[in-house]
């Protein structure tokens, strides 16, 4: 097993050939079983290793996105570990883009099945000491090339059953699909943990802090009154901000992560800022919900499932 960094998260990789190594990642994470695990392959032309009856899209996509944030499900190939993919015909591939992911990849001359080095259900690591305060021993080794340039998990697209599916919106924006895919959108059914889950990844509570989450959505001015209100009601609580909002409400006492100026550096630092904020044991995060274009649509998954649905109109 070795944590390594790629553009979106720190990934726990191993050999994806390897039913007993891939049962450490599992083990490791305290992952459930039915949660399958995305494969990563150097370059886009080794994907009928992995997948089989791979559609002219999925190379169309591979050629326009790869290496990048796209993760396609495709019909997974005989030799992949029934663990790997959770027992589904199908199996999530992706070719990272980065330089230590792409040399770790080439060395070890395998695909390496990798989901991010977190704690299952936990915010996703950004840096590698985040892999090393959720997992610890649990890893042998760590690959350390310091904080992730995008900060969010990929997009992820199934190509299995006719229509092409946003899965879940990350790294490469929805906009950005609709070039090659016209008239795709993202319409998410989430799940509580009382359903049985007929879909990988869609539990609606994931990506989370040890704080509650509340997130507020409106326009600027009441988006502030209301965090405003919220942290007087609650003494022990903290705030997610862009920083236009960190301005208008320095007057307050807050425990104030800042997620930057724009969706691009919020991806950036929302994980970090959200395991800052545990780190000062605050119980409540108030957060902004962003606007849902380019890659605040991803923002807005993670922070929804991190708030377990938790939203307030104002
Ligand atoms: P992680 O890398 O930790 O974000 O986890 C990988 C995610 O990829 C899973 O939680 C699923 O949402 C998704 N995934 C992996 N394999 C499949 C598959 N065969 N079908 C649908 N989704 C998948
Ligand atoms: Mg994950």
Redesign the pocket.
């Known amino acids: 097993m070795v944590a390594f960094p790629t553009e979106t ?1 720190y ?1 726990l990789g191993a050999n994806a050939w390897d039913a007993s190594a891939v049962e450490d990642i599992f083990r490791a994470k305290g ?1 459930p079983a039915n ?4 494969v990563h392959v150097a370059e886009f032309d080794q994907l009928t290793t992995v997948a089989c009856d791979v559609p002219e899209l999925a190379w169309d996509l591979g050629r326009r996105f790869w290496p990048g944030a796209l ?1 396609l ?1 495709l019909k ?1 190939s005989a030799r992949i570990p029934a663990n790997v ?2 027992g ?1 015909e ?3 591939v992706r070719v990272p883009d980065h330089p230590i992911a792409t040399a770790l990849l080439e060395a070890a001359a395998v695909p390496i099945a ?3 080095a ?1 704690r299952f259900s936990a915010p ?1 690591p950004t840096r590698a000491q985040h892999v090393l305060d959720d997992l610890g021993d649990a890893v042998d080794i760590v690959l350390d090339a310091g904080e992730t340039a995008i900060g969010v ?2 997009t ?1 697209l ?1 190509l299995v059953d006719g229509m092409p599916r946003l ?2 919106p990350g790294g490469v924006p929805l906009e950005d699909l609709l070039e090659l895919i016209p008239g795709l959108g993202y319409s998410p059914h989430f799940l509580g943990e009382e359903d049985v889950a007929p ?4 539990l609606l509570k994931h990506y989370s802090p040890r704080a509650r989450l509340l997130l507020i959505r409106g326009d600027d001015a009441a988006v502030r009154a209301a965090i405003g209100a919220e942290i007087a009601r609650h003494p022990n609580s903290g705030a997610l901000v862009f920083d236009a909002d960190a301005a208008a409400l320095s007057h307050l006492d807050l425990k104030i992560e800042r997620l930057g100026n724009d969706n691009r550096q919020a991806a950036r630092r929302l994980f970090a800022a959200m395991r800052a904020l545990d780190a000062k044991g605050v119980d409540l995060i108030i957060a902004r919900a962003p606007r849902r274009r380019g890659l605040g649509l991803a923002l807005w998954d993670r922070l929804l499932r991190a708030a377990e649905g938790a939203v307030i109109d104002v």
């Open positions: 998260v990934g992952r949660d399958p695990l995305i993760t499900v997974k993919t959770s589904l199908t199996v999530a990798a989901p991010s977190n996703s998990e990929s992820i199934s899965l879940r879909a990988p990844g869609a």
